[in-house]
């Protein structure tokens, strides 16, 4: 009998335990793989609607030195949140412990950056330095919290170069309150579910890492998941019935009635601008005034970064984030009797939509949209340089949750189209004898690229020069100015003129010479291969117009005028056509590249595609001495 009670100990303790031991690692999850995830367990308890325990348990294998960026223990909390029982183990290649820490080995620092103010937010955190490889972290904690609002979205990514193991959740709903769920299937995964009374658990297994691949989607929008919610949730003591987006619409009304008074110095600042003209007009000249005065700062502080600043408070200290600055835009039409909705987007490269039967907390930014009789606007409230009724590509596409009085819409933002993001280039160029090329070009950039080259109207004239000469770094510049920089705030428009000599830009041949016909030469795709594990992702549209005149030696003569070529493709068009005109040839060419996702089966074409246009660019233009 106390042999039978030892074996049967012995077989609990091992079945309690888990070996982590690097060798019990199947070799298909090493395959290019930095690091290794064996469990991310969390158990979340929900007692309350203000009440929820969670507990977490992660174990990471790190094999290598490019994993390092996963060898920390992160641990955030807040006001509402309270962690305990934090226990850090560090083991061996052999599964061996070796080094235990505990919450008084841990820093207690704050979540402020650079671009922050202040922030109630706050996080353990450890950085775990081992002197070799491989060896596993094992950490585990307990945290209870009052806010219920943000259920966790089970995933299998972490990165790049990580394989899992095993990924789940486990829910315990001791609230009666109604648990909802929403699964999101792809081919890179699928849950295992189960559910009985009021527990759920679900949890992925086996996902191989993945390298990264250039121009793929982000890994959120292509990996499974499943996202959680409550019909009724708290946060930071606020709590309402989520079970619908109208029930939501009061509960963020609440939010923001306090925070937009229109106090008599409001007032007082929008009766100064004498309004007059159109209710557009009046938007532009107030939404202009507000940029002039504010600038951008991260404010964290208050119902958990959702509730934005006092909007007095934004025009006395004339900062503020997304949520201050929108809300106090909307609180200055407001005082000029110009309704506008505060409207929550999630912005990013990729768009994330908001579901219509899935009602949850989520986005990462706040706009503002304002009907008016010649139709609708919407502001981007963080720039004190973009242009009025602009939005930026990682806004359009997608839908915002607009909060209305006592309603949520869900309303589509504007389509990026291809035809109105535009890089419009004028050149006339001069060949010279000795191979140098003496340009004078304007540049105008509108829609989406008015963004991307947005950056450049906020540098020193020497590091505008500076970027341009990386941007077009197959030129080797001898003198370089631009002139007339000018941002239209009013048409979402960048120009400028720019006037340059380049050394050795044609090549001779004898007597003869050649040049390149494109001296901008801006292809950024340079994709190789086919094979790969994920879809091509062309996150922007836009257009390519270009105009070029060269001016050639008196001495000299064009030796042939290249043919012209066109391409018509599902992803785009391109042209490009050559015409003589006395002693000077005109290139005309124009590329139009299509928003979409290529699919795996597809990717090949859309390569040959790109290597076309860039082969056509690349056409030289001979002239020869007379």
Not at 357 to 384: A, C, R
Request: aromatic fraction near 12%; charged fraction near 25%; proline fraction near 4%.
């Amino acid at each position: 009998m106390k042999k039978l009670i030892t074996l049967l100990v012995m077989v609990s303790v091992k079945m309690l335990s888990q070996n982590y031991a690097i060798s019990e690692i199947p070799e298909e999850f090493k395959k290019d793989a930095n690091a290794v995830v064996r469990n991310y367990s969390s158990e979340y308890i929900i007692k309350a609607q203000d009440d929820m325990e969670i507990k977490e348990k992660k174990v990471i294998s790190i094999l290598n030195k490019a994993a390092d960026k996963f060898a920390y223990v992160y641990i955030p909390y807040d006001k509402t949140t309270r962690v305990s029982d934090i226990k850090i183990r560090i083991l061996d290649e052999n599964g061996k412990q070796v080094k235990t820490y505990s919450k008084s080995d841990m820093n207690d620092i704050g979540q402020s950056k650079d671009s922050y103010l202040y922030t109630d937010y706050r996080s353990f955190f450890l950085n775990i330095n081992q002197p070799g490889y491989p060896y596993t972290i094992e950490v585990s904690y307990t945290t209870k919290t009052s806010d219920t609002a943000f259920l966790p979205v089970l995933q299998p990514y972490m990165s790049d170069n990580v394989s899992i193991e095993n990924w789940s959740v486990d829910f315990k709903n001791e609230s009666g309150i109604k648990l909802r769920k929403k699964i999101t299937e792809t081919s890179f995964g699928k849950a295992e579910i189960s559910e009985s009374d009021n527990s759920l658990k679900a949890q992925y297994k086996n996902i191989p890492a993945y390298k990264e691949e250039n121009y793929a989607p982000d890994p959120e929008t292509i990996f499974p998941k499943i996202e959680f919610a409550l019909d009724k949730v708290c946060l930071k003591g606020q709590c309402s019935d989520f079970s619908d987006w109208q029930s939501f619409a009061g509960w963020y009304n609440k939010l923001l009635e306090p925070v937009s008074i229109v106090t008599p110095e409001i007032q007082a600042e929008v009766n100064s601008l004498n309004l007059s003209g159109t209710v557009s007009e009046k938007v532009q000249r107030i939404y202009q005034y507000m940029q002039s005065k504010t600038r951008y700062v991260y404010v964290g502080v208050g119902i958990g970064g959702w509730q934005p600043m006092i909007a007095d408070d934004v025009r006395k200290k004339g900062y503020g984030d997304c949520k201050a600055l929108t809300n106090y835009m909307r609180v200055l039409l407001k005082a000029a009797g110009i309704p506008s909705y505060y409207s929550v987007i999630y912005m990013d490269k990729t768009p994330k939509i908001f579901d219509k039967n899935f009602p949850k907390m989520d986005g990462n930014h706040v706009i503002l949209y304002v009907p008016t009789e010649n139709g609708n606007i919407w502001l981007e409230n963080t720039s004190q340089k973009i242009a009025f009724d602009h939005l930026g590509y990682r806004t359009m596409d997608r839908n915002v949750v607009m909060v209305k009085d006592g309603s949520i819409e869900i309303k589509d933002t504007p389509k990026s189209l291809a035809e109105n993001n535009k890089e419009i280039l004028r050149i006339k160029a001069n060949i010279s004898a000795d191979n140098t090329l003496d340009v004078t070009s304007s540049f105008s950039y509108l829609g989406g690229v008015y963004d991307m080259i947005m950056p450049l109207v906020s540098l020193t004239p020497i590091e505008q020069k500076d970027a341009l000469k990386h941007r077009y770094e197959n030129l080797q510049f001898a003198s370089m100015d631009i002139n007339n920089l000018n941002n239209d705030r009013k048409d979402a428009k960048i120009n400028f003129d720019l006037n340059f000599k380049a050394a050795n830009y044609s090549k001779s041949l004898g007597s003869d010479i050649y040049f390149r016909a494109l001296p901008f030469s801006d292809s950024d795709f340079y994709l190789e291969s086919a094979d790969r594990k994920f879809p091509v992702e062309i996150p922007f549209g836009f257009t390519d117009d270009y105009e070029i005149e060269y001016t050639i030696p008196k001495d000299y003569k064009f030796s042939e005028i290249p043919l012209t070529k066109s391409l018509v493709t599902e992803y785009g068009n391109y042209s490009i056509d050559f015409s003589r005109v006395e002693d000077k040839i005109i290139i005309k060419r124009k590329f139009i590249l299509n928003k979409g996702v290529v699919p795996l089966d597809k990717i090949k074409n859309y390569i040959d595609f790109r290597k076309q246009i860039n082969k056509i660019d690349a056409t030289k233009i001979l002239i020869t001495k007379l």
